[in-house]
Every structure is written in structure tokens, then in C-alpha cells.
């Protein structure tokens, strides 16, 4: 062992793997030390002062030809670079979301918006919408060729063909006859108040709870194009359920919704809406026009709609 020791000092090592490999397990005998050592000497590209190396290949160097003797950095292909100034979003996106949030912020719940395509069943006939209605002519809507009607109709549609063709819950109805056939025809929504009656009348299936829903998505109209109109266009959509509700809640509710996205000067002027009574559309001055701009229309559900989507008896709605 001692030997062994004496060649440790006086070489830092022993040519035996073995020698160490039992000195170590005697505890205090030796200690393994890992020693760095380096080398430096000049390379071809020594130089006591420092160039800037080029990281572009510019116009000017191409024009003078100094790109033949210039030194260029290497490209560090592993560095994460400078984050991208694109993908902002689209001004009527940046509405959308403003809108949302406001919704959100006044208790509402979206309404689920992706069924584009729907049976004129549910976005005229549920509405208590005749079906000799001018809306329902071809200049005004979008009807589909393949396919062109659906066999799926909701439990309920003998309660809407006879709240259309008799009447009821205070109304004398339409007086005419109610055809199944027209109401299997598929449109593209024209509102997205088909969506709002899909969702009362699941509504009506739960025990009675005040409820609050909005929608904002697409809508088709067979419009002629200017200035103001569009085949298709956005639509935002409220409707509020509640056994107080009133037409004086309604103008309350906007005058704050409205407030929020900095509209303040309102009117209401009374309208027609086959499905809401009473109607009301909805105004605000424009200082760039100068006039009164109508921004909206809302109103009261009728109960022949309500009622006959299975809606209890004192539960009003308000839409807008």
C-alpha cells in the first residue's frame, strides 16, 4: 500500500484500475481531483484588433463588390428572434368581443349560434310568423335546393299550426291554413331569432328560473347590395325571461346597455314586428350625420310565440 501511495504522489495517478479502485474504498487514503487544462495558441484568423463582422448582404455592398472581402456573422439558427408585429384582429372582431363583454358583464349567457342552415319551421312559423309573410318571399330570403326540406319537425308544431290558423291566448290567429310542407323548408337564418326560439323553448322544459341569453353571428337576407346592405351581415341578439319583465324594463335595460359602449342620446319610435308587440325601434343621434340613426330593434315576444314554445303563463320576454 505504501508503494502504491508513493507512485499516487509522485505521478497524481497509478497504472492500475484496480490499485485505485481499492485505495478508495479505505477511507481518508486518497482523493480523486479532476483537473482542466487548456491550450491556446493563434489560428489563421489571429488579429490584435477586433472587426465587425457584416450580418446583412446590402445593395451598396453588391454595387461597390465589398461583399467579396467582407467577414459575415454566422446565422444562430436556435435563437427565438423578434416576435412577429401581425395577426391583429379584424375591427368587426374587435366590436364582436366588446359586445360580448358587455354581455357578460350584464349576467348573459351566448346562445350556441353554429346551426347556419334551419327549417323555416323554426325561423319563421315558431315566431308566430304567417306564412304569406312578405319576409318569407324569395327576394327576401335564401331557400335551399339540395336538400330542400327537413322531416324534422318538433313535438309542438300542432300547437303553432293552431295558435296560426284559430288563434289563442287572447289572439284570433292568422284564420288561414297552416302547411306543414312550407314550414319543412330550409333557409338560411335570416335572424338569429330562430336561435332565441330554439333555446326559450328549451327554456320552457326546466323548472321556472329568470334567464338572460345574447347571440352574435351571422345572418344571410337576400338583399340588394349598396351602400348599407349586404347578403350576409352580423347580428347581436338579447332576450331577456322574467315574470316582471315589462316594455318599460326593456327601455331601462337598453338606455344601460347602450350607455356602456358610450351611446347615450336615445328615442324610441313604436313599429311593427310580427312576432313582438309591443315593437320598438331604437334611435341615436349621430353628430357626423347630424340626424337620428336607428341602431336597433326590440319589443315584447307576443304570447302566441311564448306560449306555444311551452313558456308558463306570466313569464314575459323581451328581445332586441
Known sequence: VKADLQTIVATNGNPSAEVIK????????????????????????????????????????LQSGAWKNSEFKKFNF?????????????PL????????QIFFEMGFEEMPT???????????DALFVPQQH??????????????????DLPAFWETVKDVHEKGGYGSIGYRYEWSADEAKKLVLRTHTTAVSSSVLHKLAQEPYKPAKFFSIDRVYRNEEVDATHLAEFHQVEGVIADKNMSLGSLIAFLDIFFKKMG??????????????????EIFS??????????IGNSGMFRPEMLRSLGLEDGVQVAGF
Open 22 to 61: 481499492n485505495l478508495k474504498k479505505r477511507a481518508g487514503l486518497i482523493k480523486l481531483t479532476k483537473t482542466l487544462s487548456y491550450k491556446v495558441s493563434k489560428g489563421t484568423s489571429f488579429s490584435t484588433k477586433l472587426k465587425k463582422q457584416a450580418t446583412d448582404l446590402t445593395v451598396e455592398m
Open 78 to 90: 436556435d435563437s427565438l428572434g423578434i416576435n412577429p408585429n401581425g395577426g391583429h384582429l379584424h
Open 93 to 100: 372582431m374587435k366590436v364582436r368581443e366588446e359586445f360580448r
Open 114 to 124: 353554429n346551426n347556419f342552415v334551419d327549417s323555416s319551421f323554426w325561423n319563421f
Open 134 to 151: 312578405a319576409a318569407r318571399d324569395l327576394q327576401d330570403t335564401f331557400y335551399l335546393l339540395d336538400p330542400a326540406t327537413t322531416d
Open 263 to 280: 351611446i347615450t342620446n336615445l328615442r324610441f319610435k313604436p313599429t311593427y314586428n310580427p312576432y313582438t308587440e309591443p315593437s320598438m
Open 285 to 294: 343621434w349621430h353628430d357626423g350625420f347630424k340626424k337620428w340613426v336607428e
